[in-house]
């Protein structure tokens, strides 16, 4: 899964992409994050720690993604985990790289205050910073394209060990801090129409990848939006696609011209998946001849859950 982390790494190193990615996702469609206004930062992350013996120890992360987003008069560090699988220890994981983000910040700033020697006040000498210094938001998104539903924790919570007396639990968890993932989950994405950018097609091939008469559905009525699609949106259907592997055949195969394209490529899928379906329903309709079923044959020209149930039931 690793090939898969990458296509989406390089995907959203364009930052219209990316502002489109956290746009959709964390504002909701609204066009908050400008591209021209997000800057990458450095992906490493890490602190010194020194033990009472006077050993140290570094504690290093490298994220995946990490971009420094204005809005406005603040700035916040925005940042993405790509997951080609399942992660169980993801939200272990997600607190890790924020709490190292937010102690380089901090230690940054005690930085500044010890060269300006400004720290009067105890309680500000002991802190290494003053009430009104602010850390900026740290917020990781994590992208996962894995075939199967996530079905690993969502929330540090998630992760603990509960089984102590009922009665407990819930002022216990009422205690307990928190700390949720913010999961994006390509294949069961609600509102594909938030995205502006091709993260739209893509994610959308993805989402229906799984469902043969819902792919073939969806590349039929995006077909120009799938064909404007830039190369590296290309590559990275073609490589996250998976078990879809009939566009790379199709692209692949001996004998094309060097101008065949991923258009002319999505012109044949859409070509072969009206031949499946109509010999689907060819062979549902003899089936339901052999049973003397006419009132379904009826039935099944214009109700399309009907035909998927039959589909289904008859294993078509």
Not at 113 to 118: L, Y
Not at 251 to 259: K, W
């Given at each position: 899964?690793a090939?898969q982390?990458?296509?989406?790494?390089?995907?959203?190193?364009?930052?219209?992409?990316?502002?489109?990615?956290?746009?959709?996702?964390?504002?909701?469609?609204?066009q908050?994050?400008?591209?021209?206004?997000?800057?990458?930062?450095?992906?490493?992350?890490?602190?010194?720690?020194?033990?009472?013996?006077?050993?140290?120890?570094?504690?290093?992360?490298?994220?995946?993604?990490?971009?420094?987003?204005?809005?406005?008069?603040?700035?916040?560090?925005?940042?993405?985990?790509?997951?080609?699988?399942?992660?169980?220890g993801?939200?272990?994981?997600?607190l890790?790289?924020?709490?190292?983000?937010?102690?380089?910040?901090?230690?940054?700033?005690?930085?500044?205050?010890?060269?300006?020697?400004?720290?009067?006040?105890?309680?500000?000498?002991?802190?290494?910073?003053?009430?009104?210094?602010?850390?900026?938001?740290?917020?990781?998104?994590?992208?996962?394209?894995?075939?199967?539903?996530?079905?690993?924790?969502?929330?540090?919570?998630?992760?603990?060990?509960?089984s102590?007396p009922?009665?407990?639990?819930?002022?216990?968890?009422?205690?307990?801090?928190?700390?949720?993932?913010?999961?994006?989950?390509?294949?069961?994405?609600?509102?594909?129409?938030?995205?502006?950018?091709?993260?739209?097609?893509?994610?959308?091939?993805?989402?229906?990848?799984?469902?043969?008469?819902?792919?073939?559905?969806?590349?039929?009525?995006?077909?120009?939006?799938?064909?404007?699609?830039?190369?590296?949106?290309?590559?990275?259907?073609?490589?996250?696609?998976g078990?879809?592997?009939?566009?790379?055949r199709?692209?692949?195969?001996?004998?094309?011209?060097?101008?065949?394209?991923?258009?002319?490529?999505?012109?044949?899928?859409?070509?072969?998946?009206?031949?499946?379906?109509?010999?689907?329903?060819?062979?549902?309709?003899?089936?339901?001849?052999?049973?003397?079923?006419?009132?379904?044959?009826?039935?099944?020209?214009?109700?399309?859950?009907?035909?998927?149930?039959?589909?289904?039931?008859?294993?078509?």
């Amino acid at each position: 899964m690793a090939r898969q982390d990458f296509y989406i790494k390089k995907l959203l190193q364009d930052r219209a992409r990316f502002a489109d990615l956290y746009n959709a996702e964390i504002f909701h469609g609204k066009q908050i994050l400008k591209a021209e206004l997000l800057s990458p930062v450095s992906l490493e992350s890490g602190i010194v720690i020194t033990d009472r013996n006077g050993r140290r120890q570094t504690i290093q992360r490298r994220r995946d993604i990490a971009m420094k987003a204005s809005l406005g008069a603040c700035f916040i560090a925005a940042c993405c985990e790509a997951q080609g699988e399942v992660h169980y220890g993801m939200p272990v994981r997600v607190l890790t790289y924020d709490a190292l983000d937010y102690t380089e910040q901090l230690t940054d700033i005690q930085k500044e205050h010890r060269k300006k020697k400004d720290l009067a006040k105890s309680p500000e000498f002991l802190s290494g910073i003053t009430r009104r210094d602010k850390l900026q938001p740290v917020l990781t998104l994590v992208l996962y394209c894995g075939k199967n539903s996530w079905d690993g924790p969502k929330s540090l919570s998630d992760m603990l060990d509960l089984s102590g007396p009922r009665e407990c639990i819930p002022d216990l968890l009422a205690a307990l801090p928190d700390y949720r993932i913010n999961l994006v989950d390509i294949r069961n994405i609600k509102n594909l129409e938030h995205y502006k950018t091709g993260l739209q097609q893509v994610f959308g091939m993805l989402k229906y990848s799984t469902d043969k008469s819902k792919f073939y559905n969806y590349i039929t009525l995006n077909h120009d939006q799938i064909c404007q699609l830039d190369d590296d949106a290309l590559t990275a259907v073609m490589g996250l696609l998976g078990e879809n592997r009939r566009l790379m055949r199709l692209l692949a195969a001996p004998g094309r011209e060097e101008e065949y394209t991923m258009c002319k490529a999505i012109d044949d899928l859409i070509a072969d998946g009206k031949k499946e379906g109509e010999l689907r329903m060819a062979s549902l309709i003899s089936i339901l001849l052999k049973e003397n079923r006419l009132d379904l044959i009826a039935q099944i020209t214009g109700n399309e859950s009907l035909r998927r149930q039959l589909f289904q039931h008859y294993h078509l």
